[in-house]
């Protein structure tokens, strides 16, 4: 079974930055595919990054292109998405997933592509 903890969350203005962190546990990740998702109130889940098992592969949702980075390190067995320029519209719980399969060196951007989900971290952008 893994668990995944995400932190990092919070409350920030209008063009400041945030750091995710999403710390994986009963399980080494290093060949697992993994994601940030996030959730806004009344919206449905959408997908925001994803990184290939290597790291040497990303992707972005359009909104996010240039201003969020994700990274992984695997000898941590941990997630990141640095949050730069953040706008209101990024409010919203940020979730991280693995997928528990090994996979292709690629990035996956379909949630049911991910096996395992942390309970999420709040983050808040006021203007």
């Known amino acids: 079974q893994v668990q995944l903890v995400e932190s990092g969350g919070g409350l920030v203005e209008a063009g400041g930055s945030l750091r995710l962190s999403c710390a994986a546990s009963?399980?080494?990740?290093?060949?697992?595919?993994m994601g940030w998702f996030r959730q806004a109130p009344g919206k449905a889940r959408e997908f925001v990054a994803a990184i290939s098992w290597s790291g040497s592969s990303t992707y972005y949702t359009d909104s996010v292109k240039g201003r969020f980075t994700i990274s992984r390190d695997n000898a941590k067995n941990t997630l990141y998405l640095q949050m730069n320029s953040l706008k209101q519209d990024d409010t919203a719980i940020y979730y991280c997933a693995a997928k528990g399969t090994f996979s292709r060196n690629v990035a996956y951007a379909g949630l049911s592509e991910y096996h395992y989900w942390g309970q999420g971290t709040q983050v808040t952008v006021s203007s």
């Open positions: 009963g399980r080494t990740l290093s060949g697992y595919a």
